[in-house]
């Protein structure tokens, strides 16, 4: 099994910068994918960002705003987020893909104000 934890989400006004974090722990597969979806009210949960040992793949909506990046020791993927829009506020949730299973986390709230 794998736990991951959120952190970092919060109020923000449009324009700012909110980086979140996720570590993961437990049974830890060096080969695997993490990644950044939300959820926004009503709507479906959409992917954001994801991050493999060879590269990284973004929505169009946040391309040019947002970073995903990893650190490997800590087992620990972030998302940086600059540029906030008000369509930005949502539940983000990370997400890890090894050999075994498919994990997420609990979800951490950002929200945009205009």
């Known amino acids: 099994q794998v736990q991951l934890v959120e952190s970092g989400g919060g109020l923000v006004q449009a324009g700012g910068s909110l980086r979140l974090s996720c570590a993961a722990s437990?049974?830890?597969?060096?080969?695997?994918?993490m990644g950044w979806y939300r959820q926004a009210p009503g709507k479906q949960r959409e992917l954001v960002a994801v991050?493999?040992?060879?590269?990284?793949n973004y929505a169009d909506s946040v391309k040019g705003r947002f970073t995903i990046s990893r650190d490997n020791a800590k087992n620990t993927v972030y998302l940086q987020m600059n540029s906030l829009k008000p369509e930005d506020t949502a539940v983000y949730y990370c997400?890890?893909?090894?050999?075994?299973?498919?994990?997420w986390g609990k979800g951490t709230l950002v929200t945009v104000s205009s």
């Open positions: 437990g049974t830890i597969s060096s080969i695997n994918v």
């Open positions: 991050i493999t040992n060879g590269g990284t």
């Open positions: 997400n890890r893909k090894q050999l075994g299973g498919d994990y």
